[in-house]
């Protein structure tokens, strides 16, 4: 049978496009921007695209065409496809009815961390042998891949709240039906699809709705929106995390920088990690991965051991070049409360004398300003700032709160004649963006190198 994917590039689209390929079906798409690490694991598996959205020959050559939330009418690829009568689905759809209907679903939801917890519970039920199936936003460093096909009973799956089709305006993980559901958090994004927090705590309870009574739902024990959703109705056990007082599952952080922390279950101690991540917010992610292998029959202590060489995944402050004392990473963080948790781990762990930062606004949300005020606080610490000046909106509103020393880029090549000779050994450059930023990574390692080399 032959799939055509209207979106192949993106994270969710291409990891579907990697398990149906797997699965044994024909595998085409389009997309109009396809960049590494996406680009190299969709040519590893021998699957081609076409360049936009221009052209529907492969597309009426499918048996089904599965269409990506990013996909609109008008486009001249939909226009054929629905005059031609040919039959389509939402990604997320295709994905319940032919793959998740094998397995016990473990579904992770919330605004931040939903990648690296999905990672980080997927390895430690592999670790445990228990071979599970994933679908991750991302590409998971242990396993080189974002999904994969497991002989387990287990599918792990990053559960996003975002749309998933045109014609469904359902959140993708309302087609999940977990047995396992962790709530990391939960604040307001997306403002391209909800007016407010309400209308996504609304999702959420219905996302709840259909945990069945013998599962469970995971959460922070102080998360102030996931508490009214859960006052909204609870359908199943609720365990609940916290990084210290009274909680079903809690921890003992003996080191500041977040490297080393004893785990609790209902205030005993059950496991210690000591690991290569640091900063609170990976603790939080692995208590919640924790929890829910536990929940999925793997002790504490086999999870523990298996979080010791847990790998970050790519695009989570992901070290892109650590040459001549430099240390350049690249991180997908782009919401003011992912930023700021990024910034803190790297101050609190002092590996760097000064941190630079290298922004582009790509996402929706940050463009339309939502978050401007918050954005000063998570850059306020920051010895410098870089932004890439938008072609579609003014920055003006953004920046005059900032209180970290900023200039505004007119593009790539301005951010690295700046930063590249500005840095010294000892200090750190952040990148942050949701999109590929045109390879600004590498530009910067490449400039960086032809300085320091021409010192020597």
């Avoid at 999904?147 to 599918?155: A, D, H, N, T, V």
């Avoid at 403002?191 to 259909?210: E, G, K, M, P, V």
């Avoid at 210290?244 to 952080?253: N, R």
């Avoid at 010895?383 to 890439?388: C, E, H, I, K, T």
Wanted: contains cysteine.
């Amino acid at each position: 049978m032959h799939l055509h994917i209207l979106g192949l590039g993106g994270t969710f689209m291409s990891a579907l496009a990697l398990l149906a390929r797997d699965a044994g079906y024909k595998v085409t798409g389009s997309d109009e921007s396809c960049y590494p690490p996406v680009s190299d694991l969709l040519a590893a598996k021998g699957i081609s695209w076409i360049e936009g959205y221009d052209d529907a020959t492969l597309a009426l050559e499918a048996d089904l065409v599965i269409v990506g939330n990013a996909i609109k009418r008008g486009m001249p690829v939909l226009e054929a496809i629905i005059d031609a009568g040919k039959n389509y689905t939402s990604g997320p759809q295709w994905l319940a009815e032919n793959i998740l209907i094998k397995y016990k679903v473990i579904a992770v939801a919330g605004t931040h961390g939903k990648t690296t917890t999905t990672s980080m519970i997927a390895w430690i039920l592999d670790s445990a042998g228990l071979n599970p199936a994933f679908l991750i936003g991302g590409v998971a460093t242990d396993f080189n891949t974002s999904s994969r096909l497991g002989k387990g009973e287990w599918f792990v799956i990053e559960a996003d709240e975002y749309d998933s089709a045109f014609f469904d305006k359902r959140p993708k993980f309302m087609h999940y039906r977990p047995r396992i559901a962790v709530l990391n958090n939960l604040e307001f994004d997306h403002a391209d699809i909800y007016s407010d927090l309400a209308a996504i705590q609304q999702q959420f309870h219905y996302l709840l709705r259909t945990i069945p009574s013998s599962g469970v739902a995971i959460k922070p024990r102080d998360d102030k929106a996931l508490n009214g959703v859960l006052a909204r109705g609870e359908y199943s056990r609720v365990e609940e995390l916290a990084l210290s007082g009274k909680a079903t599952w809690s921890v003992d952080i003996l080191d500041d920088s977040g490297s080393s922390f004893k785990v609790l279950h209902h205030g005993t101690a059950v496991a210690q990690v000591d690991w290569s991540l640091i900063g609170r917010f990976n603790i939080e992610n692995a208590l919640a991965a924790v929890a829910a292998s536990f929940n999925a029959g793997v002790s504490p202590q086999q999870a523990a051991w298996a979080l010791a060489c847990f790998n970050p995944v790519k695009r989570r402050m992901e070290v892109k070049s650590n040459r001549h004392g430099i240390t350049v990473y690249d991180d997908f963080a782009h919401h003011p409360t992912a930023i700021s948790k990024t910034v803190d781990a790297l101050k609190q762990s002092g590996r760097h004398q000064r941190i630079f930062a290298v922004m582009e606004f790509a996402s929706y949300t940050m463009r339309t300003g939502v978050h401007a005020g918050e954005m000063a606080g998570a850059l306020a610490p920051l010895d410098g700032v870089y932004v890439l000046e938008p072609k579609d909106f003014n920055l003006a509103n953004f920046v005059s709160t900032w209180s970290c020393p900023y200039k505004i880029c007119k593009n790539n090549e301005e951010i690295v004649c700046e930063v590249a000779g500005l840095v010294a050994p000892g200090d750190a450059i952040l990148v942050m963006s949701n999109r590929g930023f045109d390879g600004i990574h590498q530009q910067l390692v490449d400039s960086i190198n032809t300085i320091y080399m021409g010192k020597s």
